[in-house]
């Protein structure tokens, strides 16, 4: 049988993590590799993930201060947030729907457990603080998407619990992103929501969406939602957020 050109779906995140891992998690270990569905390629030092809690950008060490109780740090990669949390004596769990993650953020010595926002680990509970860290509030997908996701990660709460995450203002004036953006608007979706996946040698994960979206959008995407924006602190085109279960 004739080889089919192109990438094996697989757990290329993972991939990254371990190799960067394996070569001792220095700037320049491993690479990460994103591939946009535009054909839009974008590289990163993937030591990022391994980023030691007093080297966090201000954001992350803020939104790290509001999470009280209970803490699940959701798409925890190799587990950085949830270390910084475990040196303060925090409770917290990781989830990732990337094995290889899971088994790099376990080295490390995070609790951590294969299992993703829609597809949670049976008898994980409820927690006090939810985190969508690293820009994870990415994970909100798009528009269509939003209000589900808000949904489950509201099953994953208690009463009063607060969900706290990064993310990131699409504008720009790069000619290639906007082409992008104005692409996105004519399909009815949001300028800043991605299609893409991640590459690694062979190895591609499936494409995913994930969405930049800014704070006034995100207010917009929680409004009829079980969350109630509480608060919000802005560093340039990042910022972090505060949720509140209603």
Do not use: K
Not at 152 to 175: E, F, H, K, V, Y
């Amino acid at each position: 049988m004739e080889h089919t050109p192109g990438p094996r779906i697989g757990d290329a995140f993972g991939r990254t993590l371990r190799l960067c891992w394996a070569a001792g998690a220095v700037p320049g270990a491993a690479v990460e590799i994103i591939e946009r569905e535009d054909g839009h390629i974008s590289a990163g030092d993937a030591s990022r993930y391994f980023t030691p809690a007093e080297e966090l950008s201000a954001l992350d060490r803020t939104a790290l201060e509001a999470a009280r109780g209970r803490v699940l740090d959701v798409g925890a990669g190799a587990g950085r947030h949830a270390l910084a949390l475990r040196a303060r004596g925090v409770d917290v769990t990781g989830i990732d729907p990337s094995p290889g993650a899971v088994e790099v953020a376990r080295q490390r010595g995070v609790r951590a457990e294969a299992g993703s926002i829609a597809r949670p680990p049976a008898g994980i509970g409820a927690f006090d603080s939810l985190l969508l860290l690293g820009n994870n509030l990415g994970l909100l997908q798009g528009e269509q998407a939003a209000p589900r996701v808000l949904e489950q990660l509201a099953a994953l709460a208690r009463p009063g619990a607060l969900l706290i995450g990064t993310g990131m203002d699409p504008a720009t004036s790069d000619p290639e992103h906007t082409a992008y953006h104005d692409h996105n608007r004519a399909r009815g979706r949001l300028p800043g929501q991605i299609r893409m996946r991640v590459r690694s040698g062979t190895l591609a994960t499936g494409w995913f969406d994930y969405l930049l979206v800014g704070p006034d959008g995100l207010e917009r995407l929680v409004h009829r939602s079980p969350w109630r924006l509480e608060s919000v602190r802005e560093q340039g085109r990042n910022y972090s957020a505060v949720l509140r279960l209603r």
